[in-house]
Each structure stands twice: as C-alpha cells, then as structure tokens.
C-alpha cells in the first residue's frame, strides 16, 4: 500500500459508543494530522503530531482524543460524541509538521444518531 | 484569526472553457497551495507555491502567488469532465499553520 490509509471509511455511532479512527501513512513522513471537514467550511485542524510528539491541540473538545504510537499510525479515540460532531475526519501527513505539503487520506464520513 | 477568502464559492462551466479561481487573504503567507477533492476521496496536491510572483503550471493547471504575498490564483484551461470536484487553496505563514478556504465547487454543464 501507498499513501495515507484511514479506516473506517464510513461509521454511524450512538452518542454513547466508543469508537476509534485509525490512520496509517506509507510515506516515511515525520508529521501526521487530524482534521474535521464539515460541508462549505473550511478545513479545521484538530491535532498535529511530531515525530509521536503533539505539537498542536486547536481547542478541540475531550471527547476527541487522539494517539500516535509511532510516526506511521495515528489514531482518533472518540466518545459521547454529539450529532454536531458528524464530519469527514481526514488523516494527513507530511515531512515535517513545518511542512506546508500535506498528504491526505480518504476521510472517514463519521455520523452520529 | 486568519481567514482566506475564495471565490467564486461554485461554478457552471461548459466542456472545453477555461476556469479561474482565486484566494485572497489579509495577511502575507509564505507558501500557497491548491488541493482538489473529490467526491468521497481526500484532497489531493495539486500545485505548491513558495515565492511570491511564482507561477507554476501542473499539465491544464496554472497557479501564480501574488506578488502582495496575499493572494493567488489557479486557472484550468480546456476543462475536461474529469475536472469536476472541489478546489481549495490554502497558505502557510510564519506561525507555520496551514489556513484553509472554503473550497470552489466546479460543476459542468450538462
């Protein structure tokens, strides 16, 4: 495999579930991001690693919490989400977290009842 | 917080036309670049500039960083049905975080 990897591509989870997004990148980069995508928005940065270091947290609620066990994997643990929460989570990864190249996965379309 | 403008927000293009976008900010970046969605799929690297007055050309793509570092545009020449998608410009500056557009919409006509 090639690229940034992000499984699942789709979820549907309750307000009460835990759940966990996982991202893997394939390009030996050094910075891994989670972003939210939400319709005619702007891409909002949620958490920035570096070298499994977390750089940036941009007020994101508690609910979402993220892990990065090695530069390759990443990881989104959710819980008690809220219906607002129903975004694409797109996983991106670059050289170096100064980096301006980014390179995206496929997005998991996360919707919660 | 810093916020880029992009315009036009969609467009209705014949087959064949060319296509001009542009993103405006109100503050200097250091680096642009301009992605592409499609439906289903992340955004995917289209063209990056670093220097202001740059102009790059990626196949139909053309991107130029405006010479006030606060602005730029991308143009698509002969657009084909495969150009249909999302277009979102972004740009770099000092601090190092990534700012993002909304996205223009193109759409052909049928």
């Known amino acids: 495999e090639t690229g940034v990897t992000q499984t699942p591509r789709h979820l549907v989870m309750g307000m009460t579930n835990k759940k966990s997004l996982k991202c893997e990148q394939h390009?030996?980069?050094?910075?891994m991001y989670w972003y939210k995508q939400s319709a005619k928005k702007p891409l909002e940065l949620m958490f920035v690693?570096?070298?499994?270091?977390?750089?940036e947290n941009n007020s994101v609620p508690s609910r979402f919490s993220p892990e990065c066990p090695n530069s390759s994997h990443l990881f989104l643990h959710l819980h008690t989400l809220q219906p607002e929460d129903s975004a694409l989570y797109l996983c991106?990864?670059?050289?170096?977290?100064?980096?301006?190249?980014?390179?995206f996965g496929q997005g998991t379309r996360l919707t919660v009842v | 917080g810093q916020q880029l403008n992009q315009s036009p927000q969609s467009m209705f293009i014949q087959e064949g036309e060319d296509v001009s976008m542009n993103c405006t900010s109100s503050s200097i970046f250091n680096t642009w670049l301009w992605y592409k969605q499609d439906p289903g799929e992340g955004p995917v690297l289209l063209i990056a500039?670093?220097?202001a007055g740059e102009l790059t050309s990626n196949g139909r793509l053309t991107a130029q960083f405006g010479i006030t570092r606060k602005d730029s545009f991308l143009n698509i020449s002969a657009s084909i049905p495969s150009d249909v998608g999302i277009y979102f410009c972004a740009g770099q500056g000092d601090n190092y975080q990534l700012i993002w557009g909304a996205g223009t919409k193109l759409i052909i006509k049928p």
């Open positions: 500039l670093y220097k």
């Open positions: 690693y570096s070298l499994e270091e977390r750089v």
């Open positions: 390009l030996g980069h050094n910075a």
């Open positions: 991106a990864s670059s050289q170096e977290h100064r980096g301006a190249e980014a390179f």
